[in-house]
């Protein structure tokens, strides 16, 4: 690896561009853009990996290094605001379906959604006069 001087600058602004990956993640986490949330997730992933090797480096002080560590942890905040929205739109696909299980057991519909969200018929069939 580079001196320090050198590899500092270059590790802040890629914490710089992992900042804006993160924020554009979130617009397209909220607007459910799935297709762009896969492309910045391969581009978040690509900076990540090279700011690995900056973040184990240990010994460093000065300004710049206090801001990069300073970008790094509003990264970490907009990663968990991330992580949180993203969950909670898991758990709101997940209690769809478990309304959809459930309703459809008990009204003996013959058609279910199964734990991996595919539709799964049931032996349960109502009758005409139970209609």
């Not at 993160?22 to 896969?38: H, I, R, V």
């Not at 480096?57 to 300004?63: F, L, N």
Request: net charge negative; with cysteine.
């Amino acid at each position: 690896m580079g001196s320090a001087p050198a590899t500092i600058p270059v590790a802040l602004e890629m914490s710089r561009q992992l900042k804006i990956l993160l924020e554009e993640e979130f617009s397209s986490l909220a607007s459910d853009n799935l297709d762009q949330f896969e492309k910045l997730a391969l581009a978040k992933s690509e900076i990540i990996a090279k700011l690995a090797d900056f973040i184990g480096e240990s010994g460093q002080s000065g300004d710049s290094w206090r801001e990069f560590r300073d970008e790094m942890n509003s990264c970490k905040t907009l990663h968990r605001r991330n992580e949180t929205l993203l969950r909670a739109k898991l758990q709101s696909i997940q209690s769809a379906l478990h309304m959809l299980q459930t309703t459809a057991e008990n009204d003996g519909s013959s058609e279910l959604y199964d734990r991996l969200g595919r539709v799964a018929v049931t032996n349960k069939r109502r009758r005409l006069a139970d209609v």
